[in-house]
């Protein structure tokens, strides 16, 4: 066992693989998913109400009639869009299911006289109602975003299945309507008005209700989305924010990534003893953790058994990205879960740092270069700038972000120049012979968080793109050098994903897998920096320190990975707001590293 990583506390049960779904809820959203479908097609065509197949069909509310056609649609919409909820084990899917299947129980009766049907509709009733004690997950943090998106979505799929419902009835269709006026139709229908389509007998009734139905559940549940009790997503307390403090005091030196914890779009977790704490953002149901645990390694375990217990009381799916070697080991130990390498992070002991020598050839020549073009270089603690200059540096670094969204999570603190982050390190460029801009002379930033004592890691990197390329060697290697005055021997620079495989891809006799394993990289790296960011570490000659991503199990993997991508603003699934409609904002806003093209062609 590696030395510091702690013996498990027999206090601390073991989870095994982590909160793994039941079968029953799986068993029961597969069969209101397939119920749903099959309501969905006896609702739609005509011939499915009226083949063969009649007897699974009268497992559906009303197969016959108009009102019943709608009335199976709506069914069938409603349990494919609770099936995903009752698979999760929410609470609140469970109680809409247990209101939806007798309600179409008594349809069946009622408008089909089917018993065969009231029955099945019970015998998926049954089960929910034996194994209630299943289905006990609390809600997930939401905002209004839900409602436009279900609007959004809602509304594209229903006129989908309209074009589909005015076509299936090619046989009472009165004459040869076009495209443009069965869109027109579906359109107008959705919202209860007759369209220019025209059926002959009581077609036009069921089209009609099944356009009406649809058109409704859009709004029925966009309106809920809407106005429905809010749950927040969760958020970093002043009084969470000072006891994460007072652990990083002690231990924040262990990890890199600790200062990050202190983001206040995370929400945290302590040991029982307050030792020990884990910090998380939930992203698309999954429950996100960046870095190792916060505090004493000792009490690692009990914090950890909190984020279980956190991830299972909601469902959620626990993953643990970039941790270090130590506390994988103790995330796979204490809770069953696997780790997989995802990369390396570059650590440069400043003791060992030199611009001499061959390897640093191309970092010297371009530094010099900046150096002769008349740029000058600062190096201070966030406490000894001024309110004026710090607001001019946080308004320079919004406007020259390269992306509409920000970016960082794991690696980002989301602020700069917070009075609690007086420890943060600030490093500036400057060009003092030319006409000063709207930001002064400054040309470029890098923000560095405390790394415990003796330490700094990297947080944002941003420049003028107007300025020379080469700003963010020019700043590093500043920071290097005034590092010692400061009290740091070693800084921690940009995490490279998949440095290994990119590394011995391009050595000779690497193998075909390898190579083709590396020529995918490349050519994500056209949009994510995957090759750019591991080729500007290397540059400064660091030492390697691999980091991990921990997880419940393969098939988590892909989901885990986009809300990661989500996380780190990579994808952005809400709506943009347009740069010149914002609002300037007094107050830090997030950051992230961002290691231009133009830089690493240039270097």
Not at 18 to 41: H, K, M, Q, S, T
Not at 326 to 345: K, M, N, Q
Not at 539 to 550: L, N, S
Request: glycine residues 8%; hydrophobic residues 45%; positive net charge.
């Amino acid at each position: 066992m590696s030395a510091g990583v702690p013996s498990r506390s027999p206090r601390v049960r073991r989870v095994p693989r982590g909160p793994r779904p039941e079968a029953v809820p799986v068993l029961v959203a597969r069969a209101c998913a397939v119920v749903g479908l099959l309501d969905i097609a006896a609702g739609v065509f005509p011939r499915f109400r009226h083949s063969r197949m009649h007897t699974l069909a009268e497992v559906l509310p009303g197969a016959l009639g108009p009102f019943a056609a709608a009335l199976s649609l709506s069914a069938g919409v409603l349990l494919l869009l609770l099936a995903h909820g009752l698979r999760r084990r929410k609470r609140r899917a469970w109680r809409a299911a247990v209101v939806l299947l007798p309600v179409g129980a008594v349809a069946q009766f009622t408008y089909r006289h089917s018993p065969v049907g009231v029955l099945i509709s019970l015998a998926l009733l049954a089960p929910l109602l034996i194994h209630r004690d299943q289905f006990k997950a609390l809600p997930d943090p939401r905002s209004r975003w839900r409602a436009l998106a279900n609007f959004v979505l809602m509304g594209a799929g229903s006129l989908l299945l309209g074009l589909v419902i005015v076509s299936v009835h090619p046989k009472t269709l009165v004459g040869d309507p076009s495209l443009a006026d069965r869109i027109t139709h579906v359109l107008y229908g959705l919202f209860g008005f007759e369209g220019p389509v025209d059926y002959q007998g009581n077609t036009s009734w069921t089209v009609a209700f099944s356009l009406g139905a649809l058109g409704l559940l859009t709004a029925i549940t966009t309106i809920y989305l809407a106005f429905r009790p809010e749950h927040p997503a969760a958020r970093l307390t002043e009084d969470d924010e000072a006891r994460l403090r007072v652990l990083l005091e002690k231990h924040g030196g262990r990890d890199s990534l600790g200062h990050f914890a202190l983001r206040r779009d995370k929400a945290v977790v302590f040991s029982p003893s307050g030792k020990a704490a884990v910090t998380y953002r939930v992203v698309c149901g999954v429950m996100l953790a960046s870095g190792d645990p916060i505090g004493d390694v000792e009490a690692w375990p009990g914090a950890i058994e909190r984020f279980m217990d956190e991830a299972q009381a909601h469902s959620w799916t626990p993953a643990v990205m970039g941790c270090s070697e130590t506390g994988g080991e103790v995330w796979t130990r204490e809770t069953g879960l696997d780790a997989l390498e995802l990369g390396d992070e570059a650590v440069v002991d400043v003791a060992d740092f030199s611009l001499a020598g061959r390897a640093m050839r191309n970092v010297r020549q371009m530094v010099k270069r900046i150096e002769r073009a008349g740029y000058e270089t600062r190096v201070r603690r966030v406490r000894d700038l001024g309110d004026a200059e710090l607001e001019r540096i946080r308004r320079a670094a919004d406007d020259w972000r390269g992306t509409d969204t920000e970016r960082g999570f794991s690696m980002a603190l989301g602020r700069i120049g917070d009075l609690a982050d007086g420890d943060c390190l600030i490093a500036t460029a400057h060009k003092t012979d030319e006409q000063p801009g709207e930001y002064g002379d400054l040309k470029a930033i890098l923000h560095f968080v405390p790394w415990g004592r003796d330490g700094a890691s990297l947080d944002l990197m941003r420049r003028d793109r107007s300025a020379d390329p080469g700003m963010n060697e020019l700043l590093i290697v500043a920071a290097l050098q005034a590092a010692p005055k400061f009290g740091i021997t070693r800084v921690s620079l940009n995490f490279a994903m998949f440095r290994s495989a990119l590394a011995r891809g391009e050595k000779i006799g690497a193998g075909p897998v390898l190579r083709a394993w590396r020529g995918l990289l490349v050519f994500l790296s056209r949009w994510f920096q995957i090759e750019s960011l591991y080729k500007f570490n290397a540059k400064f000659q660091p030492r390697w320190e691999p980091r991990f991503v921990v997880y419940r199990a393969s098939g988590d993997l892909p989901r885990i990975g986009f809300a990661a991508m989500q996380a780190e603003g990579f994808v952005n699934l809400a709506l943009p707001v347009p740069r010149f409609l914002r609002r300037r904002r007094t107050v830090p806003r997030a950051c992230a590293h961002s290691v231009t093209e133009r830089d690493v062609r240039a270097a």
